[in-house]
């Protein structure tokens, strides 16, 4: 069984492993985990020499002599050119020629993705949801983004930049701020910074930053109403924008991801609700999946990998 190097980069943190996979790349053993600090405002080059010092030590850890490299990393991504062309939290990689310097770096060949993008991957490979041929995939987090899988193939669109679900709109009456600039984004309702604002004004005792979804899931939990209503609130939105990809996609199943995908039966009475108002055919609504991935730890990772098995096919 081949190991592969699997790279998943966020805004403050590099997340490393290598993962053994089966000939077939379905089955799936993760050898080892490390991390690294992104440093966003350090140079590209510096970064990507903090990633391999990681990876050679998680080699010399292993003795593996993996066959490549699959990297997830948030942004507007060139897979086929493996350019990050712009990311918001990491200023440094604007035209940063990614892929190049990690090859350069470990002489291994090398793949990019999105990181929503190689997340669906992953689930589409390595989960239970392994080979779902019509599938909408959300990562739920400090923002909110996407992959779809549709005839068993990944859309991606003409720059790669397709399925950007965060940022489909699900308020026009007097809709939030989001940090992409505009408004009325599902990530101004449903990312870190629109829960905590549902719940700052749902009670004043939770200031603005003071909770996070663990936080408020643990009170709800506990039975507080107040919480519990915070989590329907937000869970009407996430509905909202899971009817317009059943309009859109016709899935077959919506596997919510990332962190805040652990409380998603607390989101599901809201999401059910907002089903129910705003999808336009039963037949399509009740046929769709709403669920949460299986592997909220290790979902990014073994996406990496995915890109990397992908990009052989």
């Known amino acids: 069984m081949p190991s592969i190097v699997a790279i998943d980069i966020g805004g403050t943190t590099v997340k490393l492993a290598l993962v053994r996979t089966a000939a077939?790349?379905?089955?799936?053993?993760?050898?080892?985990?490390?991390?690294?600090?992104?440093?966003?405002?350090?140079?590209?080059?510096?970064?990507?020499?903090?990633?391999?010092?990681?990876?050679?030590?998680?080699?010399?850890?292993?003795?593996?002599?993996?066959?490549?490299?699959g990297v997830g990393c948030p942004g507007l991504i060139d897979n086929k050119a493996g350019v990050v062309v712009v990311s918001a939290n990491l200023p440094s990689f604007k035209q940063f020629p990614l892929a190049a310097e990690l090859t350069r770096q470990l002489t291994l060949p090398t793949f990019i993705h999105n990181d929503a993008k190689a997340a669906t991957l992953g689930e589409y490979n390595?989960?239970?949801?392994?080979?779902?041929?019509?599938?909408?995939?959300?990562?739920?987090?400090?923002?909110?983004?996407?992959?779809?899988?549709?005839?068993?193939?990944?859309?991606?669109?003409?720059?790669n930049g397709a399925t950007e679900l965060g940022h489909v709109k699900v308020d026009?009456?007097?809709?939030?701020?989001?940090?992409?600039?505009?408004?009325?984004?599902?990530?101004?309702?449903?990312?870190?910074?629109?829960?905590?604002?549902?719940?700052?004004?749902?009670?004043?005792?939770?200031?603005?930053?003071?909770?996070?979804?663990?936080?408020?899931?643990?009170?709800?939990?506990?039975?507080?109403p107040i919480a519990e209503q915070v989590f329907i609130t937000v869970g009407r939105y996430l509905g909202r924008g899971i009817s317009n990809f059943i309009e859109i996609f016709n899935p077959e199943k919506v596997v919510l991801a990332g962190g805040a995908s652990r409380a998603t039966d607390l989101f599901m009475p809201g999401i059910r609700q907002a089903m129910e108002a705003w999808c336009s055919f039963a037949a399509t609504r009740d046929r769709t999946q709403v669920l949460a991935t299986t592997m909220p730890d290790d979902i990014n990772v073994l996406g990496a990998a995915a890109v990397f098995l992908n990009a052989q096919k």
């Open 24 to 69: 077939d790349g379905q089955s799936h053993d993760i050898l080892v985990h490390d991390k690294c600090d992104t440093g966003p405002h350090d140079p590209g080059t510096v970064i990507v020499a903090r990633m391999a010092d990681t990876v050679r030590r998680m080699l010399d850890k292993t003795g593996e002599k993996p066959v490549g490299v």
């Open 126 to 159: 390595f989960g239970p949801n392994r080979g779902t041929r019509h599938m909408v995939l959300l990562t739920l987090g400090t923002g909110v983004g996407g992959g779809v899988i549709t005839g068993g193939q990944l859309i991606t669109g003409a720059d």
């Open 172 to 224: 026009y009456h007097d809709p939030a701020f989001c940090g992409c600039g505009k408004r009325g984004c599902l990530e101004a309702y449903v990312g870190m910074a629109g829960i905590q604002r549902t719940a700052a004004t749902a009670n004043p005792s939770w200031h603005l930053g003071t909770v996070t979804t663990k936080s408020l899931a643990e009170i709800a939990r506990n039975g507080d």
